[in-house]
């Protein structure tokens, strides 16, 4: 099989890591990379094209496939003209900034013949992977709620990424990935309704904290947050949280950090079965928040799953030759675009929104 000849427009942070994976996955090959600002190519080897303009890139006839890891507000102009070269086309997340904007790339990448797909790689991190696993194969019963949370505890965000201009703000940044695992998980189930709080904490423009409810009709409540001002000075190597929580009538789960900790809890037999003990708080005496009985509560270790992030490109590699289907197929981020949008719409109201 021929390899695939990648080039990288926007080549800063994202950018930089793209090319340390793609070095890494057979039957794709960096050949070249763009960006407005030279200064990003400093650091890079000479094997590397470094092209004049993304119009010089979308000229070359040795590029098949065009990675864009360029500034939120620039992937509809970008993924517009790729595909007017002809060019496939990898765009980062969130994949535009709008469902019409979408809607427009859609369109355009349909009528040029262009292999369309969306960088959503959290998909494969090990905490979701887990998390997903005890979903699918019933570990815990009937799975009534799912939360899905990031806490940053330094206040940082940087760039771009406060200015709404550019696509800045915590929903757009990490709320994308955060809710396209959610419902990735569940891709079958409608959501009923919609409820958020979005807080702009102390950046004027974008928001920086949000607290997502989503009614589905399986009956899963989905709970997804993060914050990045929720400070502290104690966890001096620490400056995040991560975690899951996934709760049945058969037991819950905690699956904490990216790397992660955690366990899943049962009973022996249904507590309600169990005659009351009774517990003094300091608010007064109480029982249905009492200890159990001895030997009523166990735990299992959280099940073992093999993902790396690798695996993206690797499934692209076989999409790309036909041999199965791409990881993410882009009306699955549309779906997750249009969830943000109505999110905005129930956060400004303070009003749940149906949806679906
Ligand atoms: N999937 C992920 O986990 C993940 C993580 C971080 C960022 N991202 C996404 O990657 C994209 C880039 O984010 P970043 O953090 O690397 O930003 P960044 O600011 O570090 O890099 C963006 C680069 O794009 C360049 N650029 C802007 N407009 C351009 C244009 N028209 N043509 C060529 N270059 C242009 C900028 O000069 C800059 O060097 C964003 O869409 C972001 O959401 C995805």
Not at 114 to 143: A, N, P, S
Request: glycine share 8%; aromatic share 10%.
């Amino acid at each position: 099989m021929k390899n695939i000849n990648v080039a990288i427009i926007g080549f800063g942070f994202m950018g930089h890591e793209h090319l340390s994976m793609l070095k890494t996955i057979d039957g794709l090959n960096v050949i070249g990379i763009s960006d407005i600002d030279k200064s990003q190519y400093e650091d890079v080897e000479a094997s590397v094209k470094y092209y004049e303009s993304n119009e010089v890139l979308f000229k070359d006839p040795e590029v098949d496939v065009v990675l864009i890891s360029a500034n939120n507000n620039q992937h509809l102009q970008l993924v517009k003209e790729a595909a007017k070269a002809g060019k496939d086309i990898i765009c980062e997340k969130p994949v535009a900034m709008t469902v019409v904007e979408l809607d427009e790339m859609i369109a355009v990448t349909k009528e040029h013949d262009i292999r369309f797909t969306v960088h959503h790689q959290r998909r494969l991190d090990k905490d979701y992977q887990i998390t997903k696993t005890i979903f699918e194969e019933g570990l815990l019963g009937d799975v009534y709620l799912l939360k899905n949370s990031l806490y940053g505890f330094n206040g940082n965000m940087h760039d771009w990424h406060i200015c709404p201009s550019e696509g800045g703000g915590m929903l757009y940044d990490w709320g994308v990935h955060l809710i396209d695992q959610i419902l990735w998980m569940m891709p079958d189930a409608k959501i009923q309704s919609v409820y958020a709080d979005m807080r702009n904490v102390i950046n004027a423009e974008v928001d920086d904290y949000f607290k997502i409810l989503l009614k589905f009709d399986n009956k899963v409540t989905a709970e997804i947050e993060l914050g990045t001002y929720l400070l502290t000075d104690k966890n001096h190597d620490k400056w995040f949280e991560r975690h899951w929580l996934i709760s049945g009538n058969e037991g819950t789960a905690y699956v904490d950090g990216f790397n992660p900790q955690g366990k899943i809890v049962r009973t022996t037999r249904l507590l309600k079965n169990v005659s009351s003990r009774r517990t003094m708080t300091a608010a007064g005496p109480t029982r249905s928040f009492g200890p159990p009985g001895e030997g009523v509560l166990v735990t299992e270790p959280l099940p073992v799953v093999e993902t790396e992030h690798r695996h993206y490109f690797e499934n692209y590699v076989r999409a790309y030759h036909g041999q199965e289907e791409f990881l993410v197929d882009v009306y699955e981020a549309r779906r997750v675009l249009h969830l943000m949008e109505i999110i905005r719409v129930a956060a400004s109201t303070g009003h749940s929104q149906p949806f679906e």
